[in-house]
């Protein structure tokens, strides 16, 4: 496959709680993305990371948090879900060759 | 920052006809191209790229335009087939930062058969 993996695949969630999607790579790239897609949008940059702890803010990082403990896991937090946050979620693995490897994505309802 | 806009949002084309989407960017710095197509439910996978040192590039049925002085890009695909429906995003790196690509809105092309 293409070395990266996101889970879970889908989810159904409720208002108000807690929701932590994961993206795994085996490539040993250094940078990883978040995306949220929605129509009429593309594809917006929630967070990046260039690095073990090192992570940024992209265009949409309200009501969203990262951490990236290891090379090969990202994690996205949605802390207190809201409706606005349904979408589908993708992450995209690169090393500096800027080209994106994207994962399968998570398609994440708040109800 | 980078932005990039993309044309049309929507294109329909008869089977075997041609298909052009048009994207331009803002910063003059940017420096690669790479067009991502996206079939209905699936994640965006690259189909071609091109860098700033380089005018068109083609491969099979796709090519791609690049004119820095006017900062836009093209996608051209020829005899098209219904397999060619998708949404196409182009993008474009700047290289100043690990903020990595900016994206275009997306292109809807529908293939009548």
């Known amino acids: ?111 | 920052g980078e932005n990039v806009e993309q044309h049309p949002s929507t294109l329909s084309v008869q089977e075997g006809d041609s298909a052009v989407i048009k994207c331009t960017y803002s910063d003059s710095a940017s420096n690669y191209f790479p067009w991502y197509k996206q079939e209905l439910g699936k994640r965006p996978q690259l189909i071609i790229d091109i860098r700033s040192n380089v005018g068109e590039k083609k491969d099979q049925r796709i090519a791609v335009t690049l004119n820095k002085t006017a900062k836009h890009f093209s996608l051209h695909i020829t005899e098209t087939q219904p397999e060619d429906s998708a949404v196409y995003f182009c993008a474009a790196y700047s290289g100043g930062g690990a903020d990595g690509l900016t994206f275009g809105k997306g292109t809807h092309l529908i293939i009548q058969p």
């Not at chain 1, 108000?16 to 929605?38: A, F, I, K, S």
């Not at chain 1, 090192?54 to 990082?61: A, L, R």
């Open chain 1, 1 to 111: 496959d293409a070395g990266i993996t996101q889970s879970p695949r889908h989810k159904v969630t409720e208002t108000g709680t807690p929701v932590t999607l994961r993206c795994h790579q085996t490539e040993n790239h250094r940078y990883m993305y978040w995306y949220r897609q929605d129509p009429g949008h593309g594809l917006r940059l929630i967070h990046y990371s260039y690095g073990v702890k090192d992570t940024d803010k992209g265009e949409v990082s309200d009501g969203y948090s990262v951490s990236r403990s290891k090379t090969e896991d990202f994690l996205l937090t949605l802390e207190s879900a809201t409706s606005s946050q349904t979408s589908v979620y993708f992450c995209a693995i690169s090393e500096p060759d800027p080209g994106y490897t994207f994962g399968s994505g998570t398609r994440l309802t708040v109800v």
